[in-house]
């Protein structure tokens, strides 16, 4: 099983910017898709972003709540994947998992994410 450790989670003030990455472990990191979930008090775990790798550069996947305000990259020579997050809003509080859709899907311990003034 491979294991994510997340990173970047901070609180940060209404229409700012974080930037969240995720380290894996293991091999094969780039045949997999990488996505960022999260959870807030009282409520579902909800995706936020997908990232396939394919032969020409990726396919990426956004909840709308989080379209064109957070963009998911990944850099499969160190094994990494990365959620940026632009114009946050108090409603995008919570904690951020990252996973890794491999032959056992994986997750991450997640790292705290709080917007407010």
């Known amino acids: 099983q491979v294991l994510l450790v997340e990173s970047g989670g901070d609180l940060v003030q209404p229409g700012g910017s974080l930037r969240l990455s995720c380290a894996a472990s293991g091999s094969a990191f780039n045949l997999y898709t990488v996505g960022w979930y999260r959870q807030a008090p009282g409520k579902q775990r909800e995706m936020v972003a997908t990232?396939?790798?394919?032969?020409?550069?990726?396919?990426?996947m956004y909840s709308d709540s989080v379209k064109g305000r957070f963009t998911i990259s990944r850099d499969n020579t160190k094994n990494m994947a990365f959620l940026q997050m632009d114009s946050l809003k108090p409603e995008d509080t919570a904690i951020y998992y990252c996973t890794l859709f491999a032959a056992i899907q994986s997750w991450g311990q997640g790292t705290q994410v709080t917007v407010s003034s």
């Open positions: 990232h396939t790798t394919t032969a020409t550069s990726g396919r990426t």
